[in-house]
């Protein structure tokens, strides 16, 4: 009869030899890594190949990397006698055909992993859950799909509702590490249906606290990315997340997974050149993130267009010379512009044409009839000099032998060009029709009361008023959608891919010089120049050379994404997605014009003021009913003694909301103790010290009101000198100071909450705050109540 022990020992079995496997693939991907990276000079070409190629390696071997740990977590048993075990990678035999030792988690057959269930087997009759300690097997799990399972000699544990119960517990109650972990071993069947949802169209994911929305959201961009490799590796995948703190905590999960091909930023660093820091006032934000600010922007451009009075013609002074362009030929110039149905700065070039040839025209006339006036005698005797060299000559009048031959040498084209350089007209061309970017019109809108009375007319005074800053402030995540909606109006243009442009002219301009010495030099010294040479230039030109000696562009597709204003995603996936602005939203949408979103969140957690009361009302004037909406409806990381006290403030929230359901106890009453407001900061910091020293392992965060943020962090850090807080604490120390709003998203073991109720009062939805810090922890919960 089989034991556990024996079960262990066949485990260790295969489960050393996928090791084996794992070590030779390293091997070889290194091998030839090393070989790729080592291999001898050669052309420019030859080395922009190697490049790509020690990149691929590269990838290949830290996928490799990444999977070290936790390689093998199961194995399912069918009905039909198969047997699949179940990983982090797919690994193949190479001496069978190819026949599979290791399924990837992600491939279409390990799906029944994490969705068959004693109702609904699927085919399986056990699934074993394999638990490793590096490359040691310490512990396997079975669940019984079929009754007969649970008589045989083998099986080892029970069925349970939850997948991998054993497992799912061991993880929860492990202590926190300031990184978020995988959960690749522990999806359960409602995670696993959204994880694996179809890629096209916008899946909301609704989920309270606990219920795993952001690993599941990170896992989704996994199986994405594996699944329709071949779309989304050109294309990428962007993850937005609500600060640098919360995508610092997650950024370790898709590395672990073995993906790479994601652009991990929030909001304020969604314009390329801008990396906003600075938050708002809630009620400045909200008036940034209203849809009503793509009018005023919209608005701003047109006001800043202008004409010249009926009578008033605008003058324009070149070397003493005066041009005048009357209001007829300026509204002729903008409706030209308005006619290409072109974004501003697009548009433009139509005006610039017009108005030049208007002044080329009077130029000419001015020459025609007195084409010297008003020149210095050096600059006609330079003049008479040219003319005779071509002979011609000035008559007494100043006029060349046959007007029209002096006519007929100017050059319409040189006298636009010149004119185009001289600075007055280019100031004409800027007052008619100004030559904008996005952070000259934002900059100014902001912080030119007359330019903001006349664009937003719709807002009141005091509305107005909050929006105004100093010239040049400091841009705020607020702005973020304002710059991207003016440059969609403005039509700016890519700098880097200006450059870039700029780059390989310059780059063909080379190469024609060196194929051009090349042509000169090849028949100076034939004996007979009639011999049929074949030269270089006969067999290629300078494009073709040029792009031989071109340098590749060796970024990630993150990196290159990241860095383009008009990169568009192959999927986007928005964490804390209830906190966006409307604003917002018509930034993404612009990255994504396929509409291919998985949008997670709670709208229960909302704390924004530009935030959603209900997905609803934030998706459907923006998209229609072109969504789908699924929930996540069990906590997993929230012991219920904790919920129990937080479904009081959801109550207060919204009373028809429901929290999640918790899975687990933890035995521990939350804590609550009354202090008066002068004994909070030194009580705050008794508190902490305290149960930092009663935490074995793990962390704790002290979360406190944004009101009296300064007061109490330095009441707990002058007492816990150790404690990390401010702008991007960091998340790696024992103990972090945070307010509500930087702690959503994060986990700890141990949460002591400070002045609750000031929590809620801290702003228009401080009670939504409130319950997003009392839903922190994992294991316990202190609370300081004031009054």
């Not at 993850?239 to 304020?268: C, D, K, M, W």
């Not at 990396?275 to 006032?281: K, L, Q, S």
Request: hydrophobic share 40%; charged share 30%; with cysteine.
């Amino acid at each position: 009869m089989s034991s556990e022990h024996d079960e262990l020992a066949h485990e260790q079995d295969y489960v050393g030899m996928l090791y084996a496997r794992l070590d030779q693939m390293r091997e070889q991907a290194s091998g030839t890594l090393g070989g790729v990276r080592g291999a001898a000079a050669g052309t420019r070409q030859y080395l922009v190949e190697r490049d790509v190629a020690a990149r691929e390696l590269g990838g290949r071997v830290a996928r490799i990397d990444a999977a070290e740990d936790g390689l093998c977590f199961g194995r399912l048993d069918l009905v039909d006698g198969e047997r699949y075990y179940i990983g982090r990678i797919g690994i193949r035999d190479e001496q069978a055909d190819g026949e599979p030792l290791l399924l990837d988690w992600r491939a279409p057959a390990s799906r029944a992993f994490y969705t068959a269930t004693s109702a609904a087997p699927l085919g399986v009759r056990r699934r074993r859950h394999i638990h490793t300690r590096m490359r040691t097997v310490v512990g396997i799990d079975d669940d019984a799909l079929d009754r007969g399972v649970l008589d045989e000699p083998d099986s080892v544990g029970a069925g349970s509702p939850l997948v991998g119960e054993a497992a799912l517990l061991a993880s929860l109650k492990r202590a926190r590490t300031g990184r978020m972990r995988d959960v690749v071993e522990t999806i359960q069947t409602e995670q696993d249906s959204v994880i694996r949802d179809r890629l096209a169209g916008i899946l909301v994911v609704q989920g309270g606290p606990g219920t795993g929305k952001t690993a599941v959201a990170l896992h989704r961009a996994a199986y994405l990315l594996y699944t329709y490799r071949e779309r989304l590796a050109r294309s990428g995948v962007l993850i937005v997340g609500p600060n640098q703190t919360f995508l610092r905590y997650i950024s370790h999960v898709l590395p672990a997974l073995g993906e790479t091909s994601a652009a991990l930023l929030t909001v304020g660093e969604l314009f390329p050149g801008v990396r906003a820091r600075a938050f708002d006032a809630p009620h400045v934000a909200e008036i940034k993130g209203r849809t009503q600010m793509a009018e005023v922007i919209d608005r701003a451009i047109k006001n800043l267009r202008r004409l010249p009075e009926p009578d008033e013609p605008l003058e324009v002074v070149v070397d003493g010379v005066t041009y005048r362009l009357d209001r007829e030929t300026c509204e002729q110039a903008q409706a030209k512009a308005l006619d290409t149905e072109e974004p501003h700065n697009v548009a433009r070039p139509a005006l610039v044409d017009h108005i030049l040839e208007a002044l080329v025209d009077q130029a000419v006339t001015r020459l025609a009839e007195d084409p010297f006036a008003g020149l210095a005698a050096e600059i006609v005797e330079a003049i008479e000099a040219d003319l005779r060299e071509h002979g011609l000559s000035l008559d007494e009048e100043g006029l060349a032998e046959g007007e029209d031959q002096l006519l007929r040498a100017v050059d319409r084209a040189e006298l636009r060009r010149a004119l185009e350089q001289e600075q007055p007209v280019q100031a004409a061309l800027n007052w008619l029709w100004p030559e904008l970017t996005p952070q000259r019109l934002v900059n100014e809108l902001l912080s030119a009361p007359y330019l903001l009375d006349e664009a937003a007319p719709d807002l009141s005074y005091e509305e107005r008023e909050s929006l105004r800053r100093e010239p040049g402030a400091e841009w705020t995540t607020s702005d973020v959608p304002l710059l991207d909606e003016a440059a969609d109006l403005l039509g700016a243009f890519n700098a880097e891919r200006a450059a870039a442009e700029l780059k390989r002219r310059q780059e063909i301009a080379y190469a024609q010089g060196v194929l051009d010495i090349m042509a000169g030099s090849r028949s100076t010294d034939l004996e007979d120049p009639r011999e049929e040479i074949v030269a270089v230039t006969d067999i290629i030109n300078a494009e073709a050379l040029a792009d031989m000696q071109a340098t590749a562009d060796l970024r990630t597709v993150a990196e290159r994404a990241a860095a383009d204003r008009t990169w568009t995603f192959g999927h986007i996936i928005v964490d804390e997605a209830q906190e966006l602005s409307a604003m917002a939203w018509r930034l993404l949408l612009r990255r994504c014009p396929s509409r291919s979103m998985t949008l997670v969140g709670d709208v229960a957690q909302t704390g924004d003021a530009a935030g959603a009361g209900s997905w609803s009302q934030m998706l459907e004037p923006l998209v229609g009913e072109r969504w789908r909406a699924v929930e996540l409806t069990v906590n997993y990381r929230t012991p219920s003694e904790i919920m129990k006290l937080a479904a009081k403030v959801l109550a207060r929230i919204d009373p028809q909301l429901r929290p999640p359901h918790a899975v687990r106890d933890s035995g521990l009453e939350p804590v609550q103790e009354k202090v008066t407001a002068e004994e909070l900061p030194s009580r705050l910091a008794e508190v902490a010290r305290e149960r930092e020293a009663a935490l074995d392992e793990g962390k704790l965060a002290v979360i406190v009101p944004s009101s009296r943020a300064s007061e109490l962090t330095a009441a707990v850090s002058a007492v816990l000198p150790q404690a990390s807080y401010g702008a991007l604490p960091d998340l790696d120390r024992r103990i972090v100071v945070l307010t509500a709003r930087q702690a959503k998203g994060l986990e700890f073991d141990s949460v002591v909450l400070a002045d609750p109720e000031a929590i809620a009062a801290d702003g228009p939805r401080g009670e939504n705050d409130l319950y997003v810090a009392m839903t922190r922890t994992t294991r316990e919960l202190t609370v300081l109540t004031v009054g």
